[in-house]
């Protein structure tokens, strides 16, 4: 098998569609089922992302040569006493390719999409893999008094999900990681990430312009809007735009390093830059953050801490609930309030961070707020 991104040769409906995947078979004719998914997958209205393309590719061409190296025919029939063809995939990705179970849940979901599309527009006759039902549990309200049973209707060759609690960092962790990060621009993308809970890619492409003029405000709280469609390069998940807060601390921070660290590092580099942060060319990180991610690792490393832009998400979230807690009189929901700072899509998302406050030891995380003064007593 091998797995192609197209050229701008590849014309859809009149638009070149560069990057697109295109799988092959080892005679180097199309694997037209496949590529007909991606198609049909791909070009929806839903599919936003390059890195969608990317990961969808990649599991249909994994899949297909697990096939290909077993003699598994995609499109045979399941014989009687065998595993089929997806559990094989299943318990081989587990077991020899030790995947973790959140990739191996991904792949396996384009891989049950890509079976239902065959089955739809019949290239093939049955599933390999039937559907079974559960029943979950969900809260609503942000004490969950109130608890519902949903039933949710699956394919049974997805495993379970991994339900382990997001790790976050403790107080003395994050100054301990604060206290070995020497480069002035590390330690102010550390911080922002720490008292913002942004994504990777959304600190890499944070705009400059977005710093607000401080002069006569009188609020503790800066809003700050997210709008992957204002020009200014930013992105988002799902390129939503969304409000987030920033604390006038936090802000008079980033004034004080753009006139003392980023000026001078964007005159090493003769074009003017959106972003907020640049690298030590004085240039934009990458779109995808990735580089945020290697350059936290190396802190990490140095802290003793496996450091990564996710890890301090996590940390903001479980922080940021706690002091939300105990200031009742803010008068928010802090579990609404924490799913519109992360841009989460759905609450449910957001409650694992209301698990984690209630099953670890309150003086781990009580100081935390007065330690990076991460909210004040006005949201307004």
Known sequence: MLLLKATEDLVIGGRPYTDFPILLWDDMTGCEPVNQFFRHYLLRGRVESKHTWVAVGQALYDYFSFLQANNLAWDGAVKAGHKDAVAAYRDYSRDEESHKRATLRLRLSFIIAFYEYCARNALISHLPF???AKRTVSHSGFLAHAISTTEVVGADVMPKADHAL????????????????????????????LQTGLRRAEIATFPLSALANLQGLKTRNVKVELDPAAGEGQKTKGRQRRTVWLPVPLMQDLHYYVKHYRDERARLSTTIHKPLFLNSMGRPFAEDGKALSRLFREIGDKADVHLHPHLLRHTYATHTL???????????DPLVFLQRQLGHASINTTMVYLHIVQEMADDAVLQYHDELSLWGEDLE
């Open 130 to 132: 039937a559907y079974e």
């Open 166 to 193: 997001p790790r976050f960092l403790s107080r003395e962790q994050v100054r301990h990681v604060l206290s070995v990060t020497k480069n002035p621009h590390h330690q102010m993308m550390i911080q922002f990430a």
């Open 322 to 332: 706690v002091a939300l807690q105990r200031n009742p009189q803010l008068g928010i």
